[in-house]
């Protein structure tokens, strides 16, 4: 799986931003999304996490409520819609995804996906 992560930008407090991943593959399988961010200076952190069927998904807590994670898998495209955007939301996005099973299945954790795009760099002024 291929990933490409866009939509970052420059923005202001309390704006909104949607960050799209753009998915190919060579095969028919299916796949689960994650998106996380790094800050400068801190770990790398899942922000929100997507089933293949889209039925399930988890979110940090610290954007639970303010983001919301689709996918669109006619067009094997991953969105990260994010509103009331904060300082501390600055930092690269980056997609990730991993082939399973399941299409209900989530992953949150990094070791837990093998396939990474390049990430797209979100940051909020105050």
């Known amino acids: 799986v291929q990933l490409q992560a866009s939509g970052g930008g420059l923005v202001q407090a309390g704006d909104s931003l949607r960050l799209s991943c753009a998915a190919s593959?060579?095969?028919?399988?299916?796949?689960?999304v994650g998106w996380f961010r790094q800050a400068p200076g801190k770990e790398r952190e899942l922000v929100a996490a997507v089933s293949w069927s889209g039925s399930n998904t988890k979110y940090a807590d610290s954007v639970k409520g303010r983001s919301t994670i689709s996918r669109d898998n006619a067009k094997n495209m991953v969105y990260l819609q994010m509103s009331s955007l904060k300082p501390e939301d600055t930092a690269v996005y980056s997609c990730?995804?991993?082939?399973?099973?399941?299409?209900?299945?989530?992953?949150?954790?990094?070791?837990?996906?093998?396939?990474w795009g390049q990430g797209t760099l979100v940051t909020v002024s105050s």
């Open positions: 990730a995804a991993r082939t399973t099973s399941s299409i209900t299945a989530i992953y949150t954790t990094q070791s837990e996906y093998a396939y």
């Open positions: 593959t060579r095969t028919s399988n299916i796949y689960a």
